[in-house]
Every structure is written in structure tokens, then in C-alpha cells.
């Protein structure tokens, strides 16, 4: 019995301990405490990085280094920390304090880094802490890695751009001008089968993360991507999306504008690392008669990336279809990977009426889903604008689709008919911002074409109602 009531006050006084800890900070001190002691047991190594030169000159070091550590989880996570307004008015940036500390972990090894400053109003020191028989180890590819995390950092503050190559009797210094990229397509918001999307974008994340491998190999840090698909199927989305994933800079090229092949290589050799060539429809540029640059032109700019300057660069082609392109420029080793962008099939509907409409089921979906077994025959962009004309009713976006499916066939036809006259050319985008912004023909076909087909529809069934813009 006696032992019973023991064995009581046993669990409860655990139970009280446990209470204690998990709701005091005890166990969060006595880890700080014995880290200290283990600390203190071993020989520690220290680098100063001042923050001005003999000069007094900013040492770019420094800005560097305060960059990574800003972005440092164990920051937040300190004891306390100064805030700041950053350049944009919702940015709050967090900032080392005068002789506050900071750990960092970088492959399994522990450092400190802390702020010194010699006198009142004086210049600041970081001093980095590590034990000395890290040292050998992990000193360089630390700060390797600090700095390509603050240049990361860096990048993403500047905020994306996009370059044009201007004509070359524009007279203007350099062949591209630039305007942010601000193309607000994601990952998310382009609509297509999962597999490929999640496919692209694991190749990415590898082609991010293999510099060392391209190396080992000596082979130049590159991937090129094929996107090909009827006109409005989300290609010049998607390569938005892969820009922004990457936060690579984009060079959208236009070959009407290029006088002949070293101009085409001199443009080349002006794009600066991490960032992605862009060359769309390049099968309609191939297939056209009176071109300033020939097709070994072409493939000479494919691979020259390979010979002539920096590299982390993707290229990205976009193309309605591979049929007629010489095998040359398709052939494995010139582009990496291809990508089909096909029409609009039923699961694909779904998440544009999803996002579109906000609608996830529906009565009349068995209804589409038969009339889209039968075969696809409208792009993602023909429903995307079915459902934007229509948003403030699912239903009658629903039943618009259901009658453009039922009538494509004289819409197809004609499609691609205006395909062949949306040949990409100098007179027909000037005032344009390139590629990713504006060359949205077949939706602007799309609209014609229906606008008429309402009219004679009109004259057969009153009630239907299709509204564009
Ligand atoms: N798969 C998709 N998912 C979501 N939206 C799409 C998709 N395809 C097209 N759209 C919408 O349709 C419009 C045109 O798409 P986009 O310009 O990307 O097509 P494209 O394949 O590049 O066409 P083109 O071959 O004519 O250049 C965009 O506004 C885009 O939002
Ligand atoms: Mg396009």
C-alpha cells in the first residue's frame, strides 16, 4: 500500500517536473549553459571581416556576410534582434546587434559569428568563431556558400527583368533594353498534366543544385527546354513560371530582329549568368522564306552557349510544332528536354474551372466529361476566356463551354488557318513588349471567331449568352 502511494507521488511529482519545464524556458537554458561548456573545451579559430578597408572603403565582404546572416533562421530565433524598414514598403528586415551573437551550422560543424565595433561610433567587425579542426574543412566552401547566398538575396531585392534585343540600326548602346519582369504566372497557376509540371520542375531544382556535378563531368552548366503545343496552350505562362521559380532574369529574343548569325551570337554573348534565353516559335521563324539568319546560325546559338561565355543559363524554345523543324536543331544534346503542351483534356477543365470560377463540382461536369472524351478540341486560353467573360455565373460558363466544345469543328479548321498568319513578325508586334506579355493571337482569333458565330447562333437559339471582354 505504502509503496503504491509512492509510486503515486512518483508519477505525479514527474508529471509536475515535466509541467515545470515544458512551460518555463529551464530546458532551453541548461542546453545554452552546457553548449557554452562544450564550447569552451574545444580550440576555436577566429576571422575578423572589418567593415571598411584601409581606404575607407566599403568592404563588399562585409555587406555580404551581413546579407547571409539577415537571412539566418537562428536570427529570428535569438534572444533579440534589431528591425528595420526595408527598400519595399513591406519588407522588415532583421539586423545583428553590437556584440550580440549568432550560431550558424554549415556541414554539421557549429560557428558563431558576433559584432564588434572598437569604439563608440567606430567602424564594426564581424568576427566568425569555428573550431579549429573544422577549420581545413569547412572555412572555404563556408564562405563560398555565404557568398552565393547573399548574391541570391541580392537578386531577389533587385527584382526580376526582362531584356529585348532592340534592332541593331536602333543606334542605342548595347542590343537589349530592359524592363522589370513582373509576369505574374506561376507554377500554380499554369494548368496542365502534374506529372510533366512536377517533372520540369524537379529538373530544375536538380539543374540549380549541380554545378559541381557539370563539373566533374566538364560539361558547361546549361539546360535547354522544348515547349511545344497548339497556340494558347500555356507555354509562354509557363516559361514566366519557370523564370520566377528560378528567379533567373529573362532575354526574350526576337530573330526578326536580328540582322545576321554573329549578330545573333553577339547577343548571346551579352546575357549575363542566371538568367534564361527565351526564343518563341522558333518553328514558324525556321519555316519562314526571307530570314537574316540561317538555320546553322540557329544551331551555332544553341551550342554556343556551350563554347562561347558564362554559364547557369537555361534556354527555353517554345514551338506550335515539331513536325516540320529539321531534326538538327531537336536532336538529343542540343535540347535537353521537351515538353508537349496539348489541348485542353477534362482534368484539366476541371482545375481551370476551379481556379477560374472557384467551382470544383458541378452538375453539368458529367455532361463535359463526356463531350471531352469524345476528343479535345478548345485550348486552356479559349476556356480561360469562356470563364473570365462569364465569371459571375459558373452555370452559364459552364453551359458557353459546353456549346464552343460542340461547335469547335468550323473553329478548329479556321484556327488553324489564322495560326499560319500569326507568323510572329516586326510589323505585327511593334509597340509590343516581346513574347511573354502579348502574342495571344488565337484568343484574339478565338473572340473574332465566336463574336461571329454568336451572331449566327443568335438567330437559332436566343437565350445563349456569350460575353467577351
Ligand atoms: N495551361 C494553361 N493554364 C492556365 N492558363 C492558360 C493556360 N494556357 C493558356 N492560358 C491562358 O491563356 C493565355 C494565353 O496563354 P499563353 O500565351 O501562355 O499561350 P501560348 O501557348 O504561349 O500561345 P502562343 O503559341 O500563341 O504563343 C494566357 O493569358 C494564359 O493565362
Ligand atoms: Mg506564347
Known sequence: MVNMIFLLFMILGLFLILRFLSKTSVLHILLRHFQSLEDRLHVHQSYRVPQFNHLFQENELYVKVSTYLSSLPSLEDSDFTNLFSGSKSNDILLRLDVNQTIRDVFLGARVTWTIEKSEKDGPRVLVLRLRKKDRRRILRPYLQHILSVAGDISQRKKGLKLCMNVSSSSGENGRWSSVPFNHPASFDTVVMDIDSKNEVKADLETFLKSKQFYHRLGRVWKRSYLLYGPSGTG?????????????????????????????????????????????????????????????????????????????????????????????????????????????????????????????????????????????????????GEIMISNRSSPTRALKSVITAMQTTGGIKSRRSSCDNESIRNTEETSGDLGGLFSRDHSVRDFRKLYGLLKMGSRRKEESLDFRYG
Not at 240 to 255: C, E, G, S, T
Not at 275 to 291: N, P, Q, Y
Open 235 to 383: 507555354k509562354s505562362s509557363f516559361v514566366a513560371a519557370m523564370a520566377r521559380f528560378l528567379n533567373f532574369d529573362v532575354y526574350d529574343i526576337d530573330l526578326s530582329e536580328v540582322s545576321d548569325d554573329s549578330d545573333l551570337k553577339m547577343l548571346l554573348l551579352q546575357t549575363t549568368s542566371k538568367s534564361m534565353i527565351v526564343v518563341e516559335d522558333l518553328d514558324r521563324f525556321l519555316m519562314g522564306k526571307c530570314r537574316d539568319v540561317s538555320l546553322s546560325g540557329i544551331l551555332n546559338f544553341i551550342d554556343g552557349i556551350i563554347s562561347c561565355c558564362g554559364e547557369e543559363r537555361v534556354m527555353v524554345f517554345t514551338m506550335n510544332s515539331k513536325e516540320e523543324v529539321d531534326r538538327a536543331v531537336l536532336r538529343p544534346g542540343r535540347i535537353d528536354v521537351h515538353v508537349q503542351f496539348p489541348l485542353c483534356d477534362f482534368s484539366s477543365f476541371k482545375n481551370l474551372a476551379s481556379n477560374y470560377l472557384g467551382v470544383k463540382e458541378h452538375k453539368l461536369f458529367p455532361q463535359l466529361e463526356e463531350i471531352f472524351q469524345g476528343g479535345a478540341s478548345l485550348t486552356p486560353a479559349e476556356i
